[in-house]
């Protein structure tokens, strides 16, 4: 799914060393604000938003996942907005998705050592993809088929579908972006700032 996004998408690409430097958070979350503030919700032409780590090499597809989500629970610790009303906050719920600066987004992580082919990028990648994308998808009655077409192009270059792809609202999504194939057992280390969740 992941590479799809230069063939549907435009992107905006950001370029950083480290993704586990502290130093990164509030400079991020400055680019998540000005690339919300320039989307222009009005067109059918969807945008994206890709933060590449240049320093960053991961022995493993559990290495990145966990740096992963330490990344994305500091991003929210720091985010001064609060969650898209529109999904759930509680990343154990079928309708949660990733919010930051009040906007929900589907995240796709990338990386050089992962197991599925459309998930293999140089450098270490973050994807960031507005919620609302997918649903303006089913408004213009297009979902069905672009999801046929990534889920094509999955099994042509792997022989196989990714198994933890999910259409949202049938499972938690946090089960998608790191790309690893976690099992039924796997919990989502995510914390919301709402400690009743």
């Known amino acids: 799914m992941a590479n799809t996004v230069f063939a549907m998408y435009n992107y905006h690409i950001k370029i950083?060393?480290?993704?586990?430097?502290?130093?990164?958070?509030?400079?991020?979350?400055?680019?998540?604000?000005?690339?919300?503030?320039?989307?222009?919700?009005?067109?059918?032409?969807?945008?994206?938003?890709?933060?590449?780590?240049?320093?960053?090499?991961?022995?493993?597809e559990m290495q990145f996942e966990n740096a992963l989500w330490t990344f994305l629970q500091r991003l929210h610790d720091?985010?001064?907005v609060v969650w898209d009303s529109n999904v759930s906050q509680n990343p154990n719920e079928s309708n949660f998705s990733f919010s930051i600066k009040g906007k929900a987004f589907y995240v796709l992580g990338m990386h050089p050592q992962s197991s599925r082919i459309a998930r293999k990028a140089p450098y270490c990648t973050i994807v960031f993809n507005l919620h609302w994308q997918f649903e303006k998808l089913r408004e213009m009655g297009t979902y069905q088929s672009v999801k046929k077409r990534i889920r094509?192009?999955?099994?042509?270059?792997?022989?196989?579908?990714?198994?933890?792809?999910?259409?949202?609202?049938?499972?938690?999504?946090?089960?998608?972006?790191?790309?690893?194939?976690?099992?039924?057992?796997w919990e989502c280390p995510f914390k919301p700032k709402n400690k009743n969740l």
């Open 78 to 80: 720091h985010d001064d």
């Open 152 to 185: 094509r192009r999955d099994k042509k270059l792997q022989g196989s579908i990714n198994p933890v792809l999910r259409d949202f609202g049938s499972d938690t999504e946090t089960k998608q972006y790191s790309g690893r194939a976690v099992g039924h057992e």
């Open 16 to 60: 950083y060393e480290d993704m586990t430097s502290d130093k990164i958070i509030i400079p991020i979350l400055l680019d998540i604000e000005n690339y919300l503030n320039q989307y222009d919700y009005e067109s059918n032409h969807f945008e994206s938003l890709m933060i590449c780590f240049k320093n960053n090499t991961f022995k493993s």
